[in-house]
Structures are given as C-alpha cells and as structure tokens.
C-alpha cells in the first residue's frame, strides 16, 4: 500500500483527522492518483483474465452442443439422456481437480506461471474437442478444459488482488467476470453463426484455442506477484515488479516495506495447529461459504443447460436467441458491478443480488408448476434433453415469464454472488494460506456444481423442472443470511487492513 493510498484515505474518512498539512496531501493525492492510472497495472490484468475468458467459453461449452451432439448421425458421437449429464457435468469435476492442485501450484510456481501453466491442459481439451471421434474424447476434452478452469479461478484472482491497486481493486476484482461472461457470449454467437453448417461444434473447439493462445504470449511479459516474490525472498524482483506496476514517479518503495514487513510476520508455513486461530479458520471458512453457496443457487446448472431449459418452456424467441440476450443481460450486469463496488461496496450488493435471485427462481419455479403444459410448453412424460430436440412453437405471450425470470437471475448473479465471491476470496484470504486455501475454495465449488449439474436433469425428469429452480430460491434467501451474518466490508482496504481486522477482531481495522 502507498503513501497515496493510505493517508488520503483517512485524511477523508474523519473530518477531524489531519496527518499532512495540506500542501502536502495534495502531493500525496496527486502521487495517488498516477499510482491509480498507470496503463501497465490494467495491462497485466487483461493479459490473466484472458484465462477467465477460455473459461466462460469452456463452460457453456455443452448449450449449443449437447442438441447438436443428440442428433449426431454417428453412434459413436450421439449424446443421450445418460451421456448427456455427464458431458454437461463432467467439466466441473476437472475444474475440482484443477483448484486441488493449484493449493500447491499458487504457493511452488506463483499466481502467474500456474495461470500459464492452465494453458497446457486447456490446448490438449480443446484439441480433443475438435477432433473428437468417440464419447470418451470428448469426455476427456471436457475435463481437461475444466481442470484448466479450476487453475485459473484460483489462481486470476489472487494475483489480480496482490498487484492491485486498493483504489481499483474491486473494479478490477470483477473483471475474470466479465471475461468468463464474455467469453460465454461468444460462444453464444459463434454457436449463432455456426448453426447449420457441418462440424459446428468442431470449429467452436478450435475458436476456443485462440484466447488460451493469446494469454500465454502476452503473460510472459507480466510481472510475478510482488507479495509471492517476497514471499520467496525475491526482493529486488518485487521491487523491480511494484516498479512496473505503479510507475517509476511514485512511491511504490513504501508499498514495498510495507508489503514486506507484512510477509515477514507470515513467514512460516501454516500448521495444523495454526488453523484452529481465528485469523486463519474465520476468513477461510466465509471464503468456502461463499463458493459453496454460489454454486448452491444453481448458476452453472442454468448456464451449461440455457438452451435446453428454453426448449422445455418453449419461451417465444428461438433458444440460441434467448441464449445470447442473457449472456448480454449477464455482462451489462457485471459491469455495473465493476463501476459500483468500489463506491456502493461489496456488502449491499451481495445483499441486492441475492434478493433479486431468490425473486427470480421462485418466479421461474412458481411459473412452471402451475401454468399448464398446453402454455407453457412442457410435455409430459418427455425429458430435457429429448425435449432439446422438439420444435419451439409457443402460442401465448406468457411464455416471456421464463426468459425475464432468467434474465434476472443472471443479472442478479452477474451484481453481487458471480464476482464478490471470487474477489472477497482473494481479498480476506490471509496471505500464509492464500495459496492453499484459494485452491480450496475452489475445489469445494467446482465439487458442489459438480454434483448440482449432474443430479439436475435426472431430478427434472423424475419430479419436473421446477423443483431445482424451488431449491435454487431457498438457497438464494440463505445467502441473504449469510451475507449479513458473516461477510465484512472491504470497500477501500488495503489486504494488510483486511488481514488485520481477522487477528484483532477490532472493526475500526474496517473503517
């Protein structure tokens, strides 16, 4: 943290504080304000977002594909409703798989080479995507894709939080969502533009390798995390690196002592003993809640089977429309969140979010179990993925009501519990564990979307489709509770700040 990041923030928080004379904070404003504009901090964190791109690409992979890959003429291609679950749902399991092993990749390779090293198992999945010749390769292109993901969801956001600045911190926190958001969108509209022609779903294989590509060319001229450097006793390096990323006419070597002297009390390894302080179980414990309570509103389910829940509501617009209007809804939705959090804080958005959710999966739920089949599209006795493959022909305005409860729900998500969640796990997370336990939390939310989406369709097909959008509304009321019991507000606080109020308990750490 800077001189200009600190002072004049206290300087504006108590009106009865002065620390400067004024001509000596408006030095420091200005030193604050060239720290907050230099283009390389945002250059840096385009090129690791770029991961988070590939991701959201890779996620949605199955909307677009699981209809295309049902009417397959090939035996050996053709999706089912047994196969179909696993191909949406077996890229989470990798994506656990990836944030188990980034608990070692974080803390031996550092934040930067494990988002590089991601692209290895990225290339290799799309690859077998693209030239898939039976069920078990795309399978395996599925997971490799997925393990990929869990690499670069621990990993983005940890060194976006360590090399930001605290004054951008929260817009830039938001930005592996906009990217994932993004990169849905453009498969969306590449599924859009390629519908019809032969082997689709093979080319939207082979666009996914071009962000993967892009990222590794452009992080081997980033700098490594300046907390990780200390951390392994790199000082010229860190300092050389809060160079690159402040600017040479700013004070970063007071960041820089302060860094140290902050990684200088976290120095030894985290024991099983240490894990019993507050200071390490409390932020790691609200960072897994989190994860764990996201995935637990259903988002990835609706996400890797849009286009097939249109097809069951048969909403007036055709499913690949809907589709991409949603994933617009989503990115208009995540950068309002990037503009506001920094200014409106974490908190009251996490608490709009999780009410606008809840409003949207009970209306979603409601809808479906009581307007009648003949209006809403739904067939008795017919399954979603079967249902993938009937004709969309709604004859009631009616039917708008499931794509705007989607709408919402994506909107609701894409403000507060897609982005904070990440960017708090990288904010409260302390410094000692932040490798291990950032992996953790993502193991524990790829496993819970894991099983989510791949009980979702069997649960659709034995009791309907409105029992899990029930579920997701119970679970959205949850992490209004949850918010307001256990999330802290870390709007403007540097990670020393944060890392202090969990070892003191002392609240005025947070104000």
Not at 159 to 165: A, G, L, N, P, R
Not at 259 to 264: E, L, M, Q, T
Not at 377 to 393: C, F, K, Q
Request: aromatic share 10%; proline share 5%.
């Amino acid at each position: 943290m800077e001189r200009g990041d600190r002072e004049p923030l206290v300087r504006k928080t108590s009106s009865s504080y002065r620390t400067f004379p004024e001509s000596a904070a408006r030095r420091l404003d200005k030193e604050y304000l060239r720290s907050l504009h230099n283009k390389r901090l945002y250059l840096a964190v385009f090129a690791a977002v770029l991961g988070n791109f590939s991701f959201g690409f890779a996620l949605v992979y199955p909307s677009p594909v699981i209809p295309a890959l049902e009417a397959h003429p090939s035996p050996a291609l053709r999706l089912d409703q047994h196969t179909a679950p696993w191909f949406g749902s077996v890229f989470t399991l990798g994506a656990a798989a990836g944030g188990l092993s980034t608990m070692l990749l974080n803390d031996c390779l550092g934040r930067k080479l494990s988002i590089m090293f991601s692209a290895l198992p990225s290339v290799l999945g799309y690859a077998l995507l693209a030239g898939a010749q039976g069920l078990w390769m795309l399978l395996l292109g599925r997971v490799l894709t997925g393990y990929a993901g869990g690499v670069t969801s621990a990993s983005i956001p940890v060194y976006i939080s360590e090399i930001s600045h605290p004054g951008v911190r929260g817009m830039l926190g938001a930005c592996p969502q906009i990217m994932a958001v993004l990169g849905s969108l453009v498969l969306y509209a590449l599924g859009k533009y390629l519908h019809g022609l032969v082997l689709d779903w093979r080319w939207l294989a082979v666009a996914g390798e071009v962000p993967v590509l892009a990222m590794i060319l452009l992080l081997c001229f980033m700098p490594n995390s300046p907390r990780f450097l200390l951390s392994q006793g790199k000082e010229e390096e860190a300092l050389g690196s809060l160079c690159w990323l402040r600017g040479e006419d700013t004070d970063y070597a007071r960041e820089h002592e302060q860094i140290k002297d902050s990684v200088r009390k976290q120095s030894r390894r985290v024991s099983c003993a240490e894990l019993k302080d507050p200071f390490l179980y409390k932020p790691i414990l609200i960072a897994a809640g989190m994860r764990f309570l996201q995935q637990l509103s259903g988002v990835t389910c609706i996400l890797v089977y849009l286009q097939p829940i249109f097809k069951k509501t048969s909403v007036i617009l055709k499913p690949e429309y809907d589709a991409a209007l949603v994933g617009l809804v989503r990115l208009s939705a995540v950068a309002i969140a990037a503009v506001s959090m920094d200014k409106a804080g974490r908190k009251i958005l996490l608490f709009v979010s999780a009410g606008v959710m809840l409003a949207s999966n009970l209306t979603m739920g409601l809808y479906i179990h009581f307007v009648p089949a003949s209006h809403n599209g739904t067939v008795a006795n017919t399954t979603l993925e079967s249902s993938a493959n009937l004709p969309a022909g709604p004859t009631n305005y009616i039917t708008l009501i499931p794509l705007l409860a989607t709408m919402f729900f994506i909107m609701g998500y894409a403000m507060g519990w897609g982005p904070i969640t990440w960017l708090l796990m990288s904010e409260i997370l302390p410094l000692k564990a932040r490798g291990v336990a950032s992996g953790l939390c993502v193991v524990v939310s790829w496993l819970t979307a894991f099983t989510l989406t791949q009980f979702f369709l069997p649960v659709v097909n034995a009791f309907g489709l409105e029992v899990p959008f029930l579920f997701f509304a119970v679970i959205s009321a949850g992490n209004i509770l949850f918010t307001g019991c256990c999330v802290p507000e870390t709007k403007g606080r540097s990670l020393e700040q944060i890392e202090a109020f969990f070892r003191t308990g002392r609240r005025s750490f947070l104000r």
